[in-house]
């Protein structure tokens, strides 16, 4: 998985960033918020990452932040919606506004981002905004995973999720092998339990 990138950035485009890396010039995925965060051309630059991976698509996706990040991903754990349609979303509304947009169960700012239609609307306030309410101001509501996991835990959830499954299949699969205390030893080992399951 790539969780960070430190290197040059070459230039930016209205949807993703090129930065060069060890010699390799990777194309970076980003919102629009997340591209203004971005310092000028031939600068340093460090990102968080998530890299999509499935089947014949390999996408590097950057994010301003870890709030962005986690905003991503929890909107990618939504049926429904890709990683593609949740930087759209990014793009449309910042992350701390989105979380108003949602406890205020605001349908229309939703389906004013571009893709977004009325039922999808429905299904991210359904799916949010519990998680956003139990929050508190200063946060977006969200966290990576639960403090109360264990580190292979949720070393394994990352790894799920950087071989492109959603996270909430990730952690499910995960809860299970805890539960039938398979949740030990290597985490190469670990991630292979988890994909039969996730592959059943």
């Known amino acids: 998985m790539i969780d960070l990138i430190n290197g040059i950035l070459l230039n930016k485009k209205d949807s993703y960033a090129i930065i060069m890396v060890g010699g390799l010039g990777l194309r970076v995925n980003m919102s629009v918020y997340g591209l203004q965060t971005l310092p000028n051309e031939g600068e340093k630059v460090q990102i968080s990452t998530y890299l999509h991976v ?9 994010f301003s932040d870890v709030a962005e990040r986690s905003t991503f991903h929890l909107l990618t754990s939504i049926s429904g919606i890709g990683p593609k349609l949740a930087l759209t979303i990014l793009s449309g509304i910042q992350p701390s506004k989105l979380k108003d947009r949602v406890v205020n169960g605001d349908v229309a700012a939703l389906t004013s981002v571009q893709g977004v239609g009325n039922k ?8 949010l905004k519990e998680k956003f309410t139990k929050s508190d101001d200063s946060s ?19 790894a799920l999720e950087s071989l492109g ?28 339990k988890a994909l039969k399951l996730l592959m059943s």
């Not at 966290?143 to 990352?158: C, E, P, Q």
Request: some cysteine; charged content about 35%; overall charge negative.
């Open 54 to 62: 499935r089947e014949d698509i390999l996408d590097l996706y950057g």
């Open 120 to 127: 999808t609307a429905k299904r991210i306030i359904i799916e």
């Open 140 to 158: 977006i509501g969200i966290s990576d995973l639960d403090i109360s996991y264990t580190k292979i835990f949720k070393d394994a959830v990352n």
């Open 165 to 192: 499954y959603k996270k909430n299949h990730a952690i499910n699969a995960c809860k299970k092998l805890q539960k039938n205390d398979e949740l030990d030893g290597e985490l190469e080992s670990v991630i292979k």
